[in-house]
């Protein structure tokens, strides 16, 4: 199976590129943004050095579908999809911070737990719980977004005290964070999973806050099944989820966790399948829709290149 992992595109009135660790992001014209998702995994930030087949359509289909699918929250960049692993929109000057959103207490969050930390990002913790518990309400943990490296967290309070982002921008970016998470729930909810954390990116532009980048992608997000959540909560057992989790938790299994002296294991083809099932399943599950591979004869590069001109060129018309 083809996976794309590279990028060098040359789109019609492009002015700049900037190559992430997942998507390769083109301007166009200083006004448009074309957004590619590629088949790069990243995990404990670092990219693997195999690409998983399917993953950028799938994240890119899944957010274009969030992402309509919340439009009457909040404003957001997309104008199209003009190939499935594309998307093009409005470029907006994006604020340095992720508002990431915790419904349960896990992951990270719950290794800090685990330590005795009981603030995040200037946010109490309840003493007494346990991991994969649901917080009394659903918590903002922002952190700074970093070009290299870990990204930082940091507390709504230092954000506006360091002028990153003005108390007034930062109070809309909550409410919307608030009320996509409660939009991303009940979605989740009707497909039979839990939404159990996420980030959104926003950015400005004329003025206005907008939504930017994916949203409740299994790049950005995590999920569990809803059902047999409260007994294996009860019996302390691990749950069942949809996330990217689990190459994290393989990887650390293998002994890998981006630490000095160790090193990166061996990707198998058979490895990486197994991985493009976990995200198919994902998107078929979270939208309810059977998965359509979109395989091509030829290069995927080429057919991605004449997809965005032929779209860039009608909305030139």
């Known amino acids: 199976m083809k996976a794309l992992t590279k990028t060098d595109f040359q789109f019609a009135g492009q002015t700049s590129v900037y190559h992430g660790k997942v998507r390769d992001v083109y301007t166009i014209d200083d006004d448009l943004m074309v957004m590619v998702a590629t088949d790069r995994i990243s995990a404990f930030d670092v990219i693997l050095p195999k690409g998983i087949p399917f993953k950028g359509q799938v994240l890119n289909q899944i957010a274009a579908g969030f992402l309509d699918a919340t439009s009457d929250i909040c404003p957001n960049w997309k104008l199209g999809t003009p190939d499935p692993m594309v998307t093009v929109g409005l470029k907006c000057e994006g604020f340095r911070v992720e508002m990431i959103i915790r419904g349960i207490l896990t992951g990270s969050a719950w290794r800090d737990y685990k330590k005795g930390v009981r603030e995040i990002c200037g946010v109490r913790l309840p003493d007494g719980m346990h991991e994969n518990e649901r917080f009394p309400e659903p918590i903002i943990t922002p952190t700074t977004k970093a070009d290299e490296g870990h990204d930082l967290n940091i507390s709504r309070e230092e954000i506006i005290a360091q002028g990153i982002v003005s108390a007034a921008d930062y109070a809309v970016m909550e409410d919307y964070t608030r009320k996509l998470f409660a939009r991303g729930q009940e979605i989740a909810a009707r497909r039979g999973l839990i939404l159990v954390d996420t980030k959104y990116e926003f950015g400005k532009r004329d003025g206005k806050v907008y939504l930017i980048d994916e949203i409740h992608t299994p790049d950005s997000s995590r999920y569990f099944y809803a059902e047999g959540y409260e007994e294996k909560l009860a019996k302390g057992e691990p749950q069942r989820q949809l996330s990217k989790e689990f190459v994290r938790q393989w990887l650390i299994e293998h002994g890998f966790m981006n630490e000095p002296g160790q090193q990166m294991p ?51 018309k």
């Open 266 to 316: 061996e990707i198998t083809d058979a490895y990486a399948e197994s991985v493009s099932a976990r995200y198919i399943e994902l998107y078929e599950q979270i939208t309810g829709k059977p998965f359509e591979r979109c395989v091509t004869d030829d290069d995927l590069a080429l057919r991605i290149e004449k997809n965005v001109n032929d779209y860039l060129a009608t909305l030139k």
